[in-house]
């Protein structure tokens, strides 16, 4: 499809889920894409990490893709760059902070040559693809969890779209200067035909609180522990958070550890850029173990339960970090929903070893950088779209928003899916089709359909089992050779091979007389499994190998 004399919006991913964000714009025969973002994996895709929209929909219009705005360096918003971005072959447009995460990523990939990226460090007009591009692009900064997090203004000759990326309100951000409530309303005073607003937090009837408030209850909860070993996990690109705990470092006399390469590679790339510019000086592990104990602030990776991270390491006393009886672990950040069982086992490790830990539940020690209901009835008293498009998040927070938006006065509300494609102008806002999506994954090294039959095997060897079943040669009286693998058995595991053996047999025979339906190979394929059902109740994958006469 391309776009007529109108402008358009469609979600290739990040629209009935939290996470893999990729938007489009398509205005007078052109697309603009928002963000190229990923997710990871969760154990519906075993041995799989990394999930990414599938973009078959605008590769095959790459020619009319005039570039790629990406609004913060969260890896739901730019983890997808290294692995599409060359194929796409447009310019990427990024703020500092970003495109030097970016770049990090494309060098890592041996791309940093292949993909033109452009460094926006104002904030003024910019135009994607250059002269006779639709699209007229403006960061606009606002407070999240990440430094530079950014809306965008898409400006189009059919009217001017406020693409919020991930936001929240803040009076005391820590990091960066957000756009003030009078320049969000100057944006409004201008016109604003739609808001494509973030969803996460719609059902938070209350704000979603200052990182302000964090320092202070920090500061508190890290001075109450004198004497004791404290960790404190968030999520590494929080560069505010870790604004917070540098500070917190100094007003507590305790010098700083960090543990974790992420948290490593974004401090560097951070004071690179002008944050963190009085971040205490880092001690390696050796010197913070041979501190007195109430010396030290250790910040570590891990916090969502990722094993080969360092607070899981510590929890195993597997990490030069150690922790003892009393030593206080907080966790500085909320749980991603999946992640519950993970978490709640490294708390487990902890508390058996009768180290405590602390968590935002019960003291204000990690506040969320999304926007609550009383953040979105903000906005839109500012903004005054015409209309509102619900992005970021599940279908009920979409659906949630829609009606937030309506209860304020929104004239036109649209709820949109990955694969909608919306009409937002000319005449009444609306879908007017659907575009094919869907899920690729990184697979090892090879990007495949998530619905694939790879994955479906995968997920059927490890729901039930596997049986191989090698048959001898045609002439040979040999008994068949088979073997099992994660079948419930344990002890019994070698009489069942026997009675298998004995089942695959007989209905070799059967086959080979022609008194049997099936040829040899599916006869001794559902003899194996009918005997492995019988004995365990599973219904494995069964594998028969025919052995040739040479």
């Known amino acids: 499809m391309t ?18 964000n990729v938007n489009l714009y398509g205005c007078d025969g052109k697309w603009l894409m928002v963000d190229l973002g990923m997710s990871f994996a969760d154990p519906g895709y075993p041995g799989v990490d990394l999930v990414f929209a599938d973009l078959e929909f605008i590769e095959d219009k790459a020619e009319d893709l005039v570039g790629i705005v990406l609004t913060h360096a969260h890896e739901d918003h730019i983890g997808a760059v290294p692995y599409f971005a060359a194929d796409l072959d447009v310019p990427l447009y990024a703020t500092p902070f970003t495109a030097e995460l970016v770049l990090r990523k494309l060098q890592e990939a041996g791309l940093e040559n292949a993909v033109e990226l452009n460094i926006i460090d104002h904030l003024d007009d910019f135009t994607p693809g250059g002269e006779g591009s639709p699209f007229k692009v403006r960061y606009v900064p606002l407070a999240h969890s990440i430094a530079e997090g950014n809306a ?6 059919h009217g001017r779209v406020f693409h919020t990326g991930d936001w929240k309100l803040d009076e005391e951000p820590q990091i960066g200067a957000p756009s003030t409530p009078d320049e969000l309303r100057e944006i409004g005073d201008g016109g604003v035909l739609a808001l494509v607003c973030d969803s996460t937090n719609v059902f ?58 992420s948290l490593d590679r974004i401090i560097d790339v951070a004071q690179a850029n002008g944050y963190l510019a009085d971040f205490p000086p880092t001690i390696d592990f050796d ?12 910040i570590a990776t891990g916090g969502q339960g990722e094993p080969r991270a360092a607070l899981a390491r510590i929890a195993a006393e597997n990490h030069p970090i150690e922790l003892t ?108 089709g659907e575009a094919r999506t869907g899920r690729l994954v990184l697979d090892g090294d090879i990007i495949v359909p998530a619905d694939g039959e790879a994955i479906a ?16 040669p045609k002439r040979s009286k040999a008994a068949p050779l088979i073997t099992s693998i994660g079948l419930p058995l344990d002890e019994d595991e070698a009489d069942f ?35 492995a059902r019988r004995w365990s109740g599973k219904n494995p994958q069964v594998t028969v190998l025919e052995f040739d006469e040479e």
Not at 3 to 20: C, D, H, N
Request: hydrophobic content about 40%; glycine content about 12%.
């Open 204 to 261: 938070n009837p209350k704000p979603s609180g200052s990182e302000g408030g964090v320092l202070t209850a920090l500061q508190a909860e890290v001075a109450r522990h004198k004497g004791k070993r404290v960790v404190v996990t968030t999520f590494a690109s929080n560069v505010a958070r870790l604004q917070t705990l540098g500070q917190v470092a100094w007003d507590t006399g305790r010098q700083l550890c960090v543990a974790g390469r």
């Open 325 to 432: 009886r009393g030593d206080v672990v907080l966790f500085s950040s909320r749980q991603i929903p999946g992640n519950e069982l993970a978490i709640g086992r490294i708390m487990n490790q902890l508390a058996l070893r009768e180290i405590t830990t602390i968590t935002d539940r019960g003291e204000l020690i990690h506040v969320s950088g999304h926007p609550g209901r009383p953040e979105l009835e903000a906005l839109y008293g500012w903004i005054r779209p015409e209309i509102l498009v619900p992005v970021h998040g599940e279908a009920r927070h979409m659906r949630e928003q829609v009606r937030v938006g309506k209860a304020a006065g929104i004239p036109s509300q649209v709820f949109q899916m990955n694969g909608d494609i919306v009409r937002l102008a000319p005449g009444k806002p609306g879908k007017i």
């Open 457 to 472: 095997e995968r997920r059927r060897l490890a729901q039930n089992g596997h049986v191989n079943v090698i048959l001898p």
């Open 497 to 531: 091979l026997a009675e298998a053996r004995a089942d695959v047999q007989a209905a070799v025979a059967k086959a080979k007389s022609g008194k049997g339906r099936d040829s040899v190979v599916e006869a001794a394929r559902l003899a194996a499994r009918r005997a």
């Open 3 to 20: 776009p007529g004399k109108e402008l358009l919006f469609l979600a290739l991913g990040g629209s009935g889920e939290i996470g893999m």
């Open 287 to 298: 010197t913070a173990m041979a501190l007195p104990r109430g010396e030290v602030l250790i």
């Open 152 to 157: 965008v203004i898409v400006d189009t000759p």
